[in-house]
């Protein structure tokens, strides 16, 4: 689990959040991500996807999966077991 807004950001969306319906909205070219917190389904672009883990509120900050969220945004997400790093490359 990693902090949604620092990593959609850095690919290059725009993250915005709703406090009222405790969801979050990011937008990058073409593809809007919509997730809500403690719901296992985000949607892509107005599909339905299920997350392994949902979306959690930790002292103010959304935190979701590294890999959904990445990779629906259309970066690619390698693991490199020998130096416990994880490489994201984007578009």
């Given at each position: 689990m990693v902090p949604?807004?620092?990593?959609?950001?850095?690919?290059?969306?725009?993250v915005?959040?709703?406090g009222e319906t405790r969801s979050?909205?990011?937008v990058k070219?073409?593809?809007v991500v919509?997730?809500?917190?403690?719901?296992?389904t985000a949607t892509v672009n107005g599909d339905p996807v299920t997350i392994d883990v949902p979306p959690e509120l930790r002292e103010g900050?959304?935190?979701?999966p590294l890999r959904f969220i990445s990779e629906s945004l259309g970066?690619?997400?390698d693991w490199e077991p020998e130096t416990y790093?994880?490489?994201i490359s984007g578009q």
């Open positions: 949604l807004r620092g990593v959609f950001e850095s690919l290059g969306a725009e915005s959040w709703n979050v909205i990011a070219n073409n593809t919509e997730l809500q917190i403690g719901n296992p900050r959304t935190f979701v970066a690619v997400v790093t994880v490489i």
